[in-house]
Nanobody, 128 residues
Framework: VQLVESGGGLVQAGGSLRLSCAAS????????IGWFRQAPGTEREGVSC????????YYKDSVKGRFTISRDNAKNTVYLQMNDVKPEDTAVYYC??????????????????????WGQGTPVTVST
């Protein structure tokens, strides 16, 4: 599986940003794709993901109501629309895939250790 992210950058607090992840190389339709983020000195954490099998989604509590994950199957691309961003959203955002279709890898601490494929990461900086 290959993942290529784009869309990161510098944005003011309260603004919006959209991240994109173009995916290829899947051998099964039963996978979960989404986003982790990692700020300096912290562990990588799950932000949001979506199941390709049934469309179920997960959002980290701190981004609920502000971030929206969506997919365009025709383009094999997943998006993360980030609205009302806050300085604490500053991090490198990584697109990630669980080829075993395990959505809960995004939910708890340490789930990133079981992710099978990563993008190169795109930095997001939110200024005050």
């Amino acid at each position: 599986v290959q993942l290529v992210e784009s869309g990161g950058g510098l944005v003011q607090a309260g603004g919006s940003l959209r991240l994109s992840c173009a995916a290829s190389g899947f051998t099964s339709n039963n996978y979960v794709i989404g986003w982790f983020r990692q700020a300096p000195g912290t562990e990588r954490e799950g932000v949001s993901c979506i199941s390709n099998k049934d469309g179920s989604t997960y959002y980290k509590d701190s981004v609920k109501g502000r971030f929206t994950i969506s997919r365009d199957n025709a383009k094999n691309t997943v998006y993360l629309q980030m609205n009302d961003v806050k300085p604490e959203d500053t991090a490198v955002y990584y697109c990630a895939v669980s080829t075993d279709g395990i959505l809960r890898l995004w939910e708890g601490a340490g789930g990133h250790r079981y992710i099978e494929a990563w993008g190169q990461g795109t930095p997001v900086t939110v200024s005050t």
